[in-house]
């Protein structure tokens, strides 16, 4: 009887455990937005814990600035049937090219049209993430490539004004250095170079001549295309030598400590200087298109997908929900730099640099981003860090150029 009894409890406190166990509720969230790029995906995961306490957020970042190191973290765990229950991952070639072309990703177009989102979306970025008749994720922001900082009261020390094209910048960079000054433009390691090449090219190529690079339409050995080699050799002239160990931060201090005088970076700039160094926009730095690209928003979005095979389903499409809300996308861009994907933000919440960013994104062309996912796929976009590195070590235009073809042959760009 005594042992039966024993029996009862021990049945009962496993059962108990048991379903303790299966009421555990769980949400992993990938990015690499960690460190200084942490607050507003923050601000996005407290409201999530506020508006479903239940379900813990593991927030797994990898640091490492445009996901350098996070997405070859993510494919590991992709190729091995542990993927996270959300992702950050580029709108545009990056995430069709790679998880949507191997039937990774679940098909979101139920989520968009239960939420009511077919409308609320500007029409181009819902072409970008869809692929075959499915929409693949949830964008969260607009981020600005081609955008050059600057800090004001060095420039007007230094009697120069931002340039508006890059042979300007390249006379400019000139002056400054006849003034002593030995690196007018701060890069960092080898993603902002690249960074760097794609508003090179925009200014040089302008913008139909751009988009045809990524459609096949033009080649890289085109004397045109060559001619942004060329530039962009002299305009890294005008860089600081140590590029290869700084991060995109560091770039940026030197612009802000007046070591420097420019600095071509994404907007997240503008989180980092607005949001963790509290700096006023148009007081504590200052910004322009860079070179020869005003009138274009050279653009890409980070969004967030569900993945196949996850167990946290449900705990995912809320989080897809929250991401894609006017209340989220508000919370999380003002302090990220980046303006709403929606529609229908509140621009009063926004800072002065984002709200220009608005405007342009409405007034202007649009144009994708190379490094960051828009318009080629990662068999292309990681092949060319090695173009490059071939271009850095020979300064060889042509055989840069010839490099690119190749990747591009290779990989069939644009077809
Ligand atoms: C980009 C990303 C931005 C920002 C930046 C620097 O690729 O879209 O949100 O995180 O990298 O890390």
């Given at each position: 009887?005594?042992?039966n009894?024993?029996?009862?409890?021990?049945g009962?406190l496993?059962?108990?455990?048991a379903?303790?166990?299966?009421?555990?509720?769980?949400l992993?969230?990938f990015s690499?937005?960690?460190?200084?790029?942490?607050?507003?995906?923050e601000a996005?995961?407290k409201m999530?814990?506020a508006?479903?306490p239940?379900v813990s957020?593991v927030?797994?970042?990898v640091?490492g600035?445009?996901?350098?190191n996070a997405?070859?973290v993510?494919?590991?765990r992709?190729?091995?049937?542990?993927?996270?229950?959300?992702f950050?991952?580029?709108?545009?070639?990056?995430?069709?090219?790679?998880?949507v072309?191997?039937?990774?990703m679940?098909d979101?177009?139920p989520?968009?049209?239960?939420?009511g989102?077919?409308?609320?979306?500007p029409?181009?970025?819902l072409?970008?993430?869809?692929?075959?008749?499915?929409?693949w994720?949830?964008?969260v922001n607009?981020?600005r490539?081609n955008?050059?900082?600057?800090?004001?009261?060095?420039l007007?020390?230094?009697g120069v004004?931002?340039p508006?094209?890059?042979p300007e910048?390249?006379?400019?960079c000139?002056?400054?250095?006849?003034?002593?000054?030995?690196a007018?433009?701060?890069v960092?390691?080898?993603?902002?170079?690249?960074?760097l090449?794609e508003s090179?090219a925009?200014g040089?190529?302008?913008?139909?001549?751009y988009g045809?690079l990524?459609?096949?339409?033009?080649?890289?050995?085109?004397?045109k295309?060559?001619?942004v080699?060329e530039?962009f050799g002299?305009?890294?002239?005008?860089s600081?030598?140590?590029?290869?160990?700084?991060?995109?931060?560091?770039a940026?201090?030197?612009?802000l400590e007046g070591?420097?005088?420019?600095n071509i970076?994404?907007d997240w700039?503008a989180g980092y200087?607005a949001?963790?160094k509290?700096?006023?926009?148009?007081?504590?730095?200052?910004?322009?298109?860079?070179?020869?690209?005003?009138g274009?928003?050279?653009?890409l979005?980070?969004?967030?997908g569900l993945?196949?095979?996850?167990?946290?389903?449900?705990?995912?499409n809320n989080?897809?929900?929250?991401?894609?809300?006017?209340?989220?996308?508000?919370?999380f861009?003002?302090l990220?730099g980046s303006i709403?994907?929606?529609?229908?933000?509140?621009?009063?919440?926004?800072?002065?640099?984002s709200?220009?960013?608005?405007k342009?994104?409405k007034?202007n062309k649009?144009a994708?981003s190379l490094?960051?996912?828009?318009?080629?796929?990662?068999?292309?976009?990681s092949?060319?860090?090695s173009?490059?590195e071939?271009?850095?070590?020979?300064k060889?235009?042509?055989a840069?150029?010839?490099a690119a073809q190749?990747v591009?042959d290779?990989?069939?760009?644009?077809?």
């Amino acid at each position: 009887m005594r042992r039966n009894r024993s029996f009862l409890v021990l049945g009962i406190l496993a059962a108990g455990l048991a379903s303790g166990l299966a009421q555990a509720k769980e949400l992993e969230v990938f990015s690499w937005w960690a460190g200084d790029e942490g607050p507003a995906l923050e601000a996005l995961v407290k409201m999530y814990k506020a508006k479903y306490p239940d379900v813990s957020v593991v927030n797994a970042t990898v640091t490492g600035g445009a996901g350098v190191n996070a997405r070859a973290v993510l494919k590991t765990r992709m190729l091995s049937g542990d993927p996270p229950d959300s992702f950050q991952v580029h709108a545009g070639q990056e995430l069709i090219g790679t998880w949507v072309v191997a039937d990774r990703m679940q098909d979101l177009t139920p989520l968009y049209k239960s939420e009511g989102w077919m409308t609320k979306f500007p029409k181009g970025l819902l072409d970008l993430l869809s692929y075959k008749g499915g929409i693949w994720s949830v964008p969260v922001n607009i981020h600005r490539s081609n955008v050059m900082w600057y800090n004001p009261a060095k420039l007007k020390e230094w009697g120069v004004t931002p340039p508006k094209t890059w042979p300007e910048f390249l006379s400019t960079c000139a002056k400054l250095k006849a003034k002593g000054l030995e690196a007018p433009l701060a890069v960092g390691e080898n993603w902002t170079q690249q960074h760097l090449w794609e508003s090179v090219a925009l200014g040089t190529l302008g913008t139909t001549n751009y988009g045809k690079l990524w459609k096949g339409q033009i080649k890289f050995t085109d004397p045109k295309a060559v001619k942004v080699w060329e530039t962009f050799g002299k305009v890294m002239d005008c860089s600081n030598k140590d590029a290869s160990g700084l991060s995109w931060q560091q770039a940026t201090d030197r612009m802000l400590e007046g070591k420097a005088a420019f600095n071509i970076m994404g907007d997240w700039a503008a989180g980092y200087m607005a949001t963790t160094k509290k700096l006023e926009p148009g007081k504590g730095f200052g910004w322009a298109a860079s070179p020869g690209t005003n009138g274009t928003f050279l653009m890409l979005s980070d969004s967030f997908g569900l993945p196949k095979g996850v167990k946290n389903v449900t705990e995912v499409n809320n989080w897809l929900k929250l991401l894609g809300s006017q209340a989220g996308q508000d919370a999380f861009n003002p302090l990220k730099g980046s303006i709403a994907a929606r529609l229908d933000s509140d621009v009063s919440k926004y800072n002065s640099y984002s709200q220009s960013a608005a405007k342009d994104w409405k007034a202007n062309k649009i144009a994708g981003s190379l490094y960051h996912g828009a318009v080629a796929p990662e068999s292309f976009t990681s092949q060319f860090g090695s173009v490059m590195e071939i271009y850095l070590s020979s300064k060889n235009a042509n055989a840069a150029a010839q490099a690119a073809q190749e990747v591009a042959d290779k990989i069939n760009l644009g077809k």
